[in-house]
């Protein structure tokens, strides 16, 4: 349940690989066959694809299904170990390093271009909040200027300035509840005008950004060689 199953066959497949990848790694730092909503991915009953699904259960399941079977017991590895598949909606045009994500580099979580986000629906989106209810969340006195210092190589926020205090772009996206951290700040009157792109971490493969690939002609290893940077395929034992 982690792509929508309207998605090109190859942004499926691509999807499958990177699951199972990021399950297998999970499974081997627990030391044990772990089952997937165990380790934080989203998953479907039959009885919940039939529901969401309606009429269209049959297509999408067949969709899913021939996705996992064409891609049976492969994943990614890098070094000969299993990568951490990390992956999100959409980014706001390109990806972002990992280091910037969790504060440790990733060498195959680097920032790739990933433009054809920006056709992605919801791609732009704005949250306003009043000064006084921001001035609540982030602790600081209500008539407080509250601007983007810095930025990432990739465009999203690396550090806000609040009053006297100092926040990373992940901190906002949290405390206010954003899309993500690549967004701009605005004034307007007593409240501030947050404009967001993209959904999600960053990190990773973007799977609008997949789907978009394999509208464009790209197949599955392709997909996953753009966005997971010098990474091999093995197959499962």
């Known amino acids: 349940a982690e792509m929508p199953a309207a998605f090109p066959e190859e942004a499926l497949k691509a999807q499958a690989v990177a699951a199972r990848t990021y399950q297998v790694r999970q499974m081997q730092a627990a030391g044990s066959r772990a089952v997937l909503y165990d ?5 479907l009953s039959e009885a919940e694809q039939k529901e969401k699904w309606g009429e269209g259960y049959a297509l999408y399941a067949g969709k899913i299904h ?25 980014s706001g045009g390109r990806t ?9 580099a990733v060498p195959y979580l680097k920032s790739v271009d990933s433009k054809g986000d920006r056709q992605a629906p919801n791609n732009e989106t704005t949250v306003t909040i009043a000064a006084k209810a921001l001035a609540e969340r982030l602790g ?28 990373s772009g992940r901190e906002i996206r949290e ?10 700040i605005a004034k307007n009157g007593d409240s501030y005008i947050f404009t967001v792109h993209g959904y999600g971490h960053g990190a990773g493969m973007s799977q609008y950004g ?13 997909i996953l060689r753009h966005y997971y940077t010098g990474i091999s395929f093995s197959i499962l034992e």
């Open 39 to 43: 380790v934080g991915q989203a998953y």
């Open 66 to 90: 021939s996705a996992v079977r064409a891609t049976a017991g492969e994943i990614m590895t890098y070094d000969g170990e299993p990568i951490l598949a990390a992956f999100h909606a959409q």
């Open 96 to 104: 972002e390093d990992a280091a910037h994500v969790w504060n440790t």
């Open 140 to 167: 600081i006195a209500d008539d407080a200027a509250v601007s983007v210092r810095k930025r990432t190589e990739a465009g999203y926020v690396a550090e806000v300035q609040a009053g006297s205090k100092t926040f």
């Open 175 to 184: 405390r206010l509840g954003l899309r993500s951290a690549d967004f701009t």
């Open 210 to 222: 997949a789907s978009f690939l394999a509208e464009q002609g790209k197949n599955y290893h392709e």
